[in-house]
């Protein structure tokens, strides 16, 4: 039967519509071929995890004792100035050790993101603007912010001593009770058990993981029941987007700082100083891996902070963060400036050069990404 013309005219933008549905719906669906270059890159993201040792710089890092002292530490609110809060308030394990909120929160509001708290182990510097170069000297610095937990070594020491909880475990670990000891060194002690306890924090095998080893196998069958959607955001990861230029490795981060186009300025009148303050801060510590606390008596652990250099290039450079348990750890970015993973990867897809440092590495362009790739990223991110 043959439809009339005008009648032909009026479907045939539906048919046409139908057709390129279907075709796209079908595009999105076909599998997903990798280059032996992309398959390379994707299997340098692992395996995973990855095994470590004791911290050389603190001598009861591996430690069962002082593991679960550390964890008593951690929850404990008898480590706040005013009994308020403790590590544990700002740190939920439901929120990857972070606190959910675009700026922490403690005795009053600090002006940077909550960092998660996982495969700690893994890194060379600590904070945003990697003002410590070791867990322990990271875990004093809340212990002394006015801002967080508001102590100071006099008034922490006899807060230890006063709760046999903290008291009895103390001289244990240590060998003498914590009133033996002078209270900068009972203080270092404190954030050494602390550090122990936050070394065992680390993030499980994820979808990702169960797919970078199938790629290594060649399970056909593994590999394709992974979503294509993420696969091919696993393609863009590695290839156009080059994320993995910051985003590498098994922890799936350099560890190092970039600018990355976002404002320096927080709060009017005020700048983030970003790394360029941190490397001050490292540089005039007693805690650092120099200083006379490192228990790696041939500081073989100090050489990355033994050559780090200041320049002009580390104003408002941050701390690249690991993506692992991304899903976890909204909002982003070290200002919590981004609520959503689409909105990070859009920052990206729509970067202003402009705001880019001019001297030295940029590594930074736009990426001018369709909904699509941007849907496709952000489900690639999400199997992390």
């Not at 060194?185 to 797919?211: C, H, P, W």
Request: charged share 25%; proline share 7%; net charge negative.
């Amino acid at each position: 039967m043959s439809v009339p013309r005008p009648l032909r005219r009026l479907l045939w933008p539906l048919l046409a519509a139908g057709f390129f549905l279907t075709s796209a719906a079908a595009a999105a669906d076909a599998p997903v071929s990798f280059t032996d270059d992309e398959k390379a890159l994707i299997l340098s993201h692992g395996p995973w995890p990855v095994k470590t040792g004791p911290d050389p710089s603190n001598r009861v890092s591996g430690d069962a004792a002082a593991i679960a002292y550390g964890k008593a530490l951690f929850e404990s609110p008898d480590l706040a100035i005013d009994r308020g809060r403790s590590c544990a308030t700002c740190h939920v394990p439901e929120l990857g050790h972070g606190d959910g909120k675009p700026l922490g929160v403690g005795r009053v509001r600090v002006d940077r993101n909550t960092m998660p708290l996982f495969n700690l182990r893994l890194n060379t510097w600590y904070g945003w603007d990697g003002k410590s170069d070791n867990l322990w000297a990271q875990s004093i610095a809340p212990i002394l912010d006015p801002r967080e937990l508001g102590m100071t070594p006099e008034e922490l020491q006899p807060r230890i001593a006063e709760t046999p909880a903290l008291a009895n475990p103390y001289r244990d670990i240590f060998g003498a009770d914590v009133t033996d000891h002078d209270a900068e060194t009972a203080m270092v002690n404190i954030a050494k058990a602390l550090a122990a306890y936050q070394e065992t924090l680390t993030s499980g095998r994820s979808a990702f993981d169960r797919f970078r080893d199938a790629l290594a196998a060649d399970d056909a069958a593994e590999i394709a029941s992974y979503p294509a959607a993420a696969q091919r955001g696993a393609k863009l990861f590695v290839g156009r987007g080059r994320c993995d230029l910051c985003h590498f490795g098994a922890n799936f981060t350099n560890g190092e700082f970039h600018d990355i186009g976002l404002p320096h300025f927080p709060e009017q009148g005020r700048v983030d100083k970003g790394r360029y303050g941190g490397i001050l801060v490292l540089r005039r510590s007693r805690y650092n891996l120099l200083g006379p606390f490192n228990d790696d008596a041939g500081r073989t652990t100090a050489g990355f902070t033994r050559h780090v250099r200041l320049t002009q290039r580390n104003w408002g450079e941050f701390r690249v963060p690991s993506l692992r348990n991304v899903t976890q750890t909204a909002p982003y970015m070290h200002d919590g400036s981004k609520a959503t993973l689409a909105d990070v990867v859009r920052h990206y897809s729509d970067i202003l050069e402009e705001r880019l440092h001019q001297d030295g590495e940029k590594l930074l362009r736009p990426l001018n990404l369709t909904d699509g790739e941007i849907a496709d990223l952000v489900a690639f991110l999400r199997t992390l």
